[in-house]
């Protein structure tokens, strides 16, 4: 059997086998531990052939599981020819190095899985940076085991002096190993720059809409956040029944109601334990909901393990600094639910939560009520007289309120609208000459 190939960290179209190792503080779902696993694993498209589960009461230093186990787990890699083992754990290097020496195959963990699944989902230009640096910032730590002619290092004399890489010992693949590292530092380098350029680019485009209410969705991946927001806005977003669908954020103008417009972004879907590299490259990508005036947090009501999808959901908010930003939770796909009792709970422990069906459109004007709302309530109509040469206020009016009728007396100009209730005192600021009847 030849090597495993470290340097391909795809696992599509390979026959897979889950493992995971359940220490005492998991958080996966004891009815189904491997249930997002597999999902994960079906999205990279891998073929899931065999499960196993340990339980431990911590990671084993050498290879986080116990050698019994590893030689279960090579005996089973044979047995169903596994080209893959997956474990729903982060391991080391060192710990995945030592385990693809027992098993001869692959060994791919949580964190490079999501990175595969985004790195086949990224379509522009600004996705495909964000995850090619968290790749690399991944793989850097991992480069010495991911060669495997590393031995020349020591050179063949057992001495103190070879032992440690003496004059004369050091070998091509140390050369090797050296180059890679500053390619991979260069490559950093390079994509840290393009990357901040572009958020900076970003801040400043989110923080030109403030004077629009800002309006964000965000969820737990797959929880139908694309169908909601093609409902909302009847924007041409990509909607599909998979993990992580959706990488970058899309904004479209919602019109809530005559004279109410707010902006609505989707963003890519959180899930359980999101790699850090990831959370930190697609900064800018989620730069929508960070200055957001409202967070829609879109969950799958139908799915066993709501709770702590939204749960994880809470946690990365919290990561990306949102935990006190004004939050709407909607639970979507009620119409999957067929138990009245479910439906009953969930009622009972989220009372302030929406109930919806993005594909069906049930609830959804419970939704529109509610941003109509929070975001200043509904538009009210004003009677407006000033002068027609005050250019700030003529233009505050074209983008705040919906004319109804509009004329001129010598120099004056009066206007009906109708503007948002949040916006009325806005008009003080225009000067004392502007008079207004509601």
């Not at 260069?186 to 485009?205: G, M, P, T």
């Not at 902006?263 to 930190?280: E, M, N, Q, Y």
């Not at 000033?386 to 004329?407: E, P, Y």
Request: aromatic share 4%.
């Amino acid at each position: 059997m030849a090597e495993p190939k470290r340097t391909n960290l795809s696992v599509q179209a390979e026959r897979a086998l889950l493992m995971t190792v359940q220490l005492p503080d998991s958080n996966s779902d004891p009815d189904d531990p491997l249930g997002e696993l597999r999902n994960l694993a079906k999205t990279a498209g891998a073929v899931v052939v065999d499960e196993m589960l340990a339980k431990r009461d911590r990671p084993s230093p050498a290879m986080y599981i116990g050698s019994g186990k590893a030689q279960e787990l090579a005996q089973r890699v044979e047995m169903n020819e596994i080209d893959v083992i997956i474990f729903d754990n982060d391991l080391s290097p060192g710990q995945i190095r030592e385990l693809e020496q027992v098993v001869k195959r692959k060994v791919v963990d949580r964190s490079e899985l999501i990175l595969d699944i985004f790195a086949a989902h990224a379509r522009t230009n600004e996705s495909r940076l964000q995850v090619e640096l968290a790749q690399l910032e991944y793989t850097y730590p991992r480069l010495r085991h991911m060669w495997t002619h590393l031995e020349r290092v020591a050179g063949g004399a057992a001495t103190g002096a070879g032992a440690v890489g003496g004059i004369g010992t050091r070998g091509p693949g140390e050369k090797q190993l050296e180059i890679d590292r500053r390619l991979v530092q260069k490559r950093v380098s390079v994509l840290k720059r393009e990357l901040a350029e572009i958020d900076n680019r970003k801040v400043r485009q989110v923080r030109s809409r403030r004077d629009v209410f800002s309006v964000c969705l965000v969820g737990y991946t797959n929880a139908g956040k694309s169908t909601l927001m093609k409902l909302l806005t009847g924007a041409d977003v990509y909607v599909a029944d998979k993990l992580f669908a959706t990488l970058d954020t899309k904004t479209s103008r919602w019109n809530l109601s005559e004279g109410q417009t707010v902006l609505l972004s989707d963003t890519v879907g959180f899930v359980r334990d999101l790699p850090h590299h990831l959370v930190a490259s697609f900064r800018a990508t989620l730069e929508e909901a960070i200055w957001a005036d409202l967070l829609i947090h879109v969950a799958d009501a139908s799915h066993e393990r709501v709770d702590q999808e939204i749960s994880s959901v809470a946690k990365v908010l919290s990561e990306l600094g949102c935990e006190e930003s004004d939050t709407l939770l909607v639970l979507n796909k009620v119409d999957k639910i067929d138990d009245p009792l479910k439906f009953t709970v969930l009622r009972k422990k989220y009372p302030n939560a929406l109930m919806i069906s993005a594909r069906t459109g049930r609830g959804i004007e419970n939704v529109v009520e509610t941003v109509l709302d929070r975001s200043g309530g509904r538009a009210m109509h004003v009677h407006i007289e000033a002068n027609c040469a005050n250019g700030r206020l003529m233009q505050f009016i074209s983008q705040h309120a919906q004319v109804k009728s509009q004329d001129y007396v010598d120099t004056t100009a009066i206007i009906d609208a109708e503007l948002p209730a949040n916006r009325l005192r806005e008009l003080e600021l225009f000067g004392e000459d502007v008079k207004v009847t509601k």
